[in-house]
């Protein structure tokens, strides 16, 4: 019986034995016998391909949105993200959240369908981080109108997927993981709600065209609320009367400036910018003037500034023919038939200024106009006379005086400006945080930044 036992044993085994030989010998590594293995992709998924084009509809839960520090709170209303901010943008503090990595090599527009609620209205700036941690800074703000219905802002990437700050470098669109957000990056301290309805990325074709943009005429009088300017920490902006009144504490070194947004217009046909201003205190401040133009290119290959003189207001003429070149953080040529923006700084580089500057009015103007204000153009005889009476209250187009740097100039935070950012300071642009609420850390020596966004 054992024998027998034995040799069945043998005799049911060796198949068994055979069969693993013979499927040992013919193992190949074809894609039947192969397990399938999840591997990260090398790009993200083209971004109109991904849910039509919706990068965030919130219709989901908000778990993955973080925000920098308590000035700032998340909540779901239906299906939009409300923000509620207190003191928000001078410190640029900031919100965002992960999301799928996404390609937006096809659809570099990004359309917002936004509305806000508060005293002032917030000038709002979106970016974008790549998987490998660099940031697309260079895009304008766009200014959200208060109290107002949703409506469909724009944010034209296309060609700008690029960092300004801390350092150059290019954005890879095809790995892009992260999207944040900045209020008044830089600028006023924004009190308020911001409401986002949809953020979508159409492509270029589908970027509604602008409208004829104005020749010349003014960029505030002051008559109404000042809700369009921004400024630094060390600069402060109210009205008095119909005059815009500019307290500075210290403003110079850091390259402190403020500014504003306005409808665009077609410098082309009008490129002399007329400030009447004065100054008080106990030096005559220097004033520079650049512009920027829609896709958040400045004017500072070509520094335009002026003496502000004490007491008295005057006309001071900033023009800008032949200067529309951009030289930090870039090499660009400005688009003088689309300008949108002004800003200014206070003794940009130079000793801090204590004192105040009032400005009465802002006016872009025609050559002719120029000319007329300023006596040019009349006969001979009387030129030296209209030219030596009207020496005591203004002043002629500003000549370059000086060949602007990288360290002299705002990054469009952008902006700024921040972006734009419309930027509070010019040696440098914020970058964000990539963790919910982060611990604000220690400012620059003369920065008005704070990196709790780092």
Known sequence: ????????????????????????????????????????PEYGVPVLKFNKGVVEGFSNEIYSWWVANEQLALAKKGDTLKIQMKNVGPKWECFGSAITMLDFTEASVLKLRMRSEGATAPNVSIRFRDANGYM?????????????????????????????????KEVDARIINEVLFFINGGGAPYTGTLYIDEIKAIPLSEL??????????????????IDSWWAADKIN????????????????PGYECFGRAFAIKDFNKADIVRVKAKAIGDSEPILRGDVKDSEGRVTNASVISHKIALNEYRDYFYDYKDKFSQVYPDNQTVNPAEIKDILF???????????????????????????????????????????????????????????????????????????????????????????????????????SRNKSCC
């Open 1 to 40: 019986m054992k024998k027998f036992f034995k040799y069945s044993i043998k005799v049911l085994f060796l198949p068994v034995i055979f069969s693993g030989c013979v499927s040992l010998e013919k193992a190949t590594l074809d894609d039947s016998h192969q397990l399938a293995v999840a591997e990260d």
């Open 237 to 252: 902006l109210m009205t008095e009367g119909e005059e815009l009144a500019i307290s500075v504490t210290g403003a110079g």
């Open 345 to 447: 700084f206070i003794n940009p580089g130079g000793p801090a200024f204590e004192g105040k500057i009032y400005v009465d009015e802002i006016e872009v103007i025609t050559r002719q106009k120029y000319n007329e204000l300023t006596g040019q153009g009349k006969v001979e005889e009387n030129k030296k006379e209209e030219s030596s009476s009207s020496s005591s209250n203004t002043t002629t187009p500003a000549t370059v005086s000086e060949t602007a740097t990288a360290k002299e100039t705002p990054a469009s935070s952008a902006s700024e400006a921040p972006e734009v950012k419309e930027t509070a300071k010019a040696k440098e642009a914020p970058k964000a945080a990539t963790t919910a609420t982060k611990a604000v850390v220690t400012e620059k020596e003369g920065s």
């Open 208 to 225: 509604p065209a602008a409208g004829p943009a104005a020749v010349g005429g003014i960029i505030d009088d002051f008559s109404e609320p």
């Open 136 to 168: 697309a800074d260079m895009i304008p703000n766009v200014k959200v109108p208060k109290s107002g219905p949703f409506q469909d802002f724009y944010y034209n990437f296309t060609g700008k997927w690029k960092q300004a700050w801390p350092e150059s």
